[in-house]
């Protein structure tokens, strides 16, 4: 399958595994930027949208947000129709068709991303290939663009060499942008190992990210560690919750972020 069938976008065009990938130049329509003040961001995996009332939940978290990350989305008929109803702007990255149908990482907007980029890696054991999309959206009143990274991180491995390898390949575009970040999904970081990783990768100095606090505990464990997170850069987390819901197996991250001024 080629990468144009793989790439799916309700705006515009998606770039494949582009190391340099960064913002488009061009002046965007001022009606397609985020407010300079504050918006409100999800990451939720979405669990292939198997269990009930997800529809529901994923219309209440969408009426309540700016952005969503969602992971094990799967693009079918009724999300197809959601996305239209709801007139949101949305692009995918497709790590694989099952039963005709595109699966991966979708990042869905009330404003158009003006570029949107890429990544696919391949599990090892499974040989299930996980993506990763990064958008950038501009902002009213600045010159920067905020970049949002969503990801589905490498899960059945015996080390961690390829999880490792997928986080690097994100590094290298957020180590290049100038503005605020925003980086957020399920990194299946089930393990001392991994967290320990992920950890040493966002600490780096050079990213200069920090990882969203959620007070509460409610969020589902696997072997004591949470799979899903959230880290930023140039922004105030003005309020963090996780939401418990029955409709997937993991909870919706929920993250009210205030843009920190250019001069501070």
């Known amino acids: 399958m080629s990468d144009e069938e793989q790439l799916l976008s309700s705006s515009g065009e998606i770039r494949a ?3 340099y990938c960064s913002a488009a130049k061009t002046e965007p329509n001022p009606a397609e930027m985020l407010n300079a003040t ?11 949208e198997n269990k009930e009332g997800w529809k529901k939940d994923l219309l209440t978290l969408s009426n309540a947000s700016d952005l969503i990350l969602l992971q094990e989305a ?19 990255i497709s790590a694989f ?9 979708m990042t869905i907007g009330d404003i158009p991303a003006q570029t949107s980029c890429a990544q696919r890696a391949t599990e090892p054991i499974a040989f299930l290939p996980k993506s990763s999309l990064i958008n950038y959206y501009p902002i009213r009143n600045t010159q920067h663009t905020l970049l949002v990274a969503n990801i589905h991180a490498i899960n059945f491995t015996l080390g961690i060499k390829e999880f490792s390898e997928q986080l690097l390949h994100i590094k290298t575009v957020l180590a290049n942008h100038q503005g ?14 991994r967290e320990l990783a992920l950890d040493q990768l966002i600490g780096n100095e050079e ?8 007070v509460s505990n409610e969020a589902p464990l696997v072997w004591g560690h949470r799979l899903d997170h959230i880290f930023f850069r140039g922004l ?19 993250v009210q972020f205030e843009f920190v001024p250019e001069n501070e």
Do not use: C
């Open 207 to 214: 990213l200069g990210l920090h990882k969203v606090d959620f």
């Open 180 to 193: 605020p970040i925003v980086f957020g999904g399920d990194f299946n970081t089930w393990s001392d190992q």
């Open 97 to 105: 068709r099952y039963r005709g149908i595109h699966a991966g990482v």
């Open 74 to 92: 799967y693009l079918t008929q009724t999300l197809n129709q959601f996305l239209v109803t709801s007139g949101q702007k949305w692009d995918m």
């Open 38 to 48: 504050e918006f409100t961001l999800v990451s939720w995996n979405i669990y292939k």
């Open 17 to 19: 595994n582009d190391p």
């Open 236 to 254: 105030k987390v003005i309020k963090a919750e996780i939401i418990p819901v029955e409709s997937s197996d993991h909870y919706p991250l929920k």
